[in-house]
């Protein structure tokens, strides 16, 4: 049981290339969603999904595109990389199940570069 | 309007004691989750502990207490007889309990550090 992986650990882009960043979860959980941590702030939300072939935006969604084809995987576009998109990004995924301790698993993290 | 305030930048504790973090919240839902995280300095986000609002009594989790005060707004952790290996970032988050929502609203966190 790998719990939420996370490729690549580090990248260097250079304004205007594209990239995905890959994530992967073996818990079976429904709900993944991907997070971005500046400096001086907490995590905000980028997109989230609660499903294969669902998916919706949270609170920094410009300049990112999602899809979730299968319940494991949940990857996260960037179309057109620009400077303010420098930083760390985490997914993660959870499961909804009432009566039992809630938590978020979170991925180790991708830290990005945009030069 | 911010939904979760953790007024401590930074803080420094001598080895041993216990210490708290502060955490207020805002919300207008009656159900709610409410979450601590560490993250060291490797970077990775440890899950501590988890409050739903309508747990009457306080979480504890080993060395990790929450102390809830539901009128006051307010989900501060308690960590008791520190050790070095705390030292850490260290954040609060709420989840606003609706149907498939797992969103997770992040306070700016806390730095803690132990002293020997």
């Known amino acids: 049981n790998a719990g939420v992986t996370q490729t690549p650990k580090f990248q260097v882009l250079k304004t205007g290339q594209s990239m995905t960043l890959q994530c992967a979860q073996d818990m079976n959980h429904e709900y993944m969603s991907w997070y971005r941590q500046d400096p001086g702030m907490g995590l905000r939300l980028i997109h989230y999904s609660v499903g294969a072939g669902i998916t919706d935006q949270g609170e920094v969604p410009n300049g990112y595109n999602v899809s979730r084809s299968t319940t494991e995987d949940f990857p996260l576009r960037l179309l057109s990389a620009a400077p303010s998109q420098t930083s760390v990004y985490f997914c993660?995924?959870?499961?909804?199940?009432?009566?039992?301790?809630?938590?978020?698993?979170f991925g180790p993290g991708t830290r990005l570069l945009v030069l | 309007a911010q939904k979760i305030t953790q007024t401590q930048p930074g803080m420094f504790v001598q080895e041993k004691e216990a210490v708290t973090l502060d955490c207020t919240y805002d919300?207008?839902?009656?159900?709610?989750?409410l979450f601590w995280y560490k993250q060291p300095s490797s970077g990775e986000m440890i899950f501590l502990i988890y409050?739903?609002?309508?747990?009457?009594q306080n979480a504890t989790e080993g060395r990790y207490s929450l102390n809830f005060q539901k009128a006051r707004k307010s989900a501060n952790l308690v960590i008791s007889a520190s050790q070095l290996g705390d030292s850490a970032m260290y954040f609060c988050?709420?989840?606003?309990?609706?149907?498939?929502?797992?969103?997770?609203?992040f306070g700016t966190g806390t730095r803690l550090t132990i002293i020997p």
């Open positions: 409050q739903g609002s309508y747990d009457e």
């Open positions: 988050a709420m989840r606003e309990d609706k149907f498939g929502n797992e969103k997770l609203t």
């Open positions: 919300t207008s839902d009656q159900s709610y989750g």
């Open positions: 993660a995924s959870s499961y909804v199940a009432s009566g039992e301790q809630e938590t978020q698993y």
